[in-house]
């Protein structure tokens, strides 16, 4: 016996998406992380507050959906994105692919980090993220990985993210 989706989205209107984000660390900035103010001595480097993890969803989210990259709908030479929060971002990526005609089924989502540890804030981005998709918290999946002290993640200089999303025309 199959287990049925009980939105019944067949198949041939399902789509995926890829994004990846990297932003240098440095000090006096904050640590934003899936719309979440984490207690560091260094943030990411970025024309917004370089959240790299929801710069990845909403390039996963924009890919499946096929409407360009993040760099397209927000560009860093533009004023008015200068220190946004990329919650505004997401906000914004959502209604585009909503818009479009897509549902969201799923996000699955890495950060990579050498410190500080995030397993403590886990919860609540993939709290924040599903509020802002309008979709049930067991659909985003975030998981926290470190550098194993090898390349720019690991040396503590980089975090990195990259997420996944499925979409499905309604």
Known sequence: ?????KHDYSISSARIGFGNDVHRL??????????????FDKGPLGHSDGDA???????????AAALGDIGRHFPNTAPEWKDAPSIKFLRH????VEAKGY???????????E???????????R???AETLSVQTDRVSV??????????VGRGEAVRAEAVALIAAT
């Open 1 to 5: 016996m199959t287990k049925q989706n």
């Open 26 to 39: 440095v000090p006096e900035r904050k640590l934003i992380l899936g719309g979440i103010e984490i207690p």
């Open 53 to 63: 993890l929801l710069h990845a969803i909403c390039d996963a989210l924009l890919g």
């Open 93 to 96: 990526v959502y209604t585009l």
């Open 103 to 113: 549902d969201i089924i799923n996000v699955d989502c890495t950060i990579e980090i």
């Open 115 to 125: 410190r500080p540890r995030l397993a403590p804030f886990v919860d609540r981005m």
């Open 127 to 129: 709290e924040l993220v």
């Open 143 to 152: 998981k926290a990985k470190s550098g194993e002290g090898m390349g720019e």
